[in-house]
């Protein structure tokens, strides 16, 4: 089976930035697909951003999209998600996730089967 564990979150103000780091760990699928969801208190999980195995094709959420950017390193098996210009309603619990890919440049905001188990972010205004 799969571990995720998540590094990189904290407390910072709006206008800042933050870089969060997901590994990857054990029985690994030959080719997967890395996400990222948020779940702020008393709300569902959200969507944030997925990149593709390949790296080459990436997916994020309108929320996020211009300010947010995801990528991988596979040799480390780590998807990292830099987080600029944040603002107070990014303030969640972010989880990395996997899923197996179908081919190398699939990347989906469904079928996730392994989740971390998160990492708060707040910001402040």
């Known amino acids: 089976q799969v571990q995720l564990v998540e590094s990189g979150g904290g407390l910072v103000q709006a206008g800042e930035s933050l870089r969060l780091s997901c590994a990857a760990s054990g029985r690994t699928p030959s080719t997967y697909t890395m996400g990222w969801f948020r779940q702020a208190p008393g709300k569902g999980r959200e969507f944030v951003s997925a990149?593709?195995?390949?790296?080459?094709?990436?997916y994020y959420s309108g929320p996020v999209k211009g300010r947010f950017t995801i990528s991988r390193d596979n040799a480390k098996n780590m998807v990292t998600l830099q987080m600029n210009s944040l603002k107070p309603e990014d303030t969640a619990v972010y989880y990395c996730?996997?899923?197996?890919?179908?081919?190398?440049?699939?990347?989906?905001?469904?079928?996730?089967?392994?989740w971390g188990h998160g990492t708060q972010v707040t910001v402040s205004s």
């Open positions: 996730a996997s899923r197996p890919s179908p081919y190398d440049d699939f990347v989906g905001d469904f079928g996730y089967d392994t």
């Open positions: 990149i593709s195995w390949s790296g080459r094709s990436t």
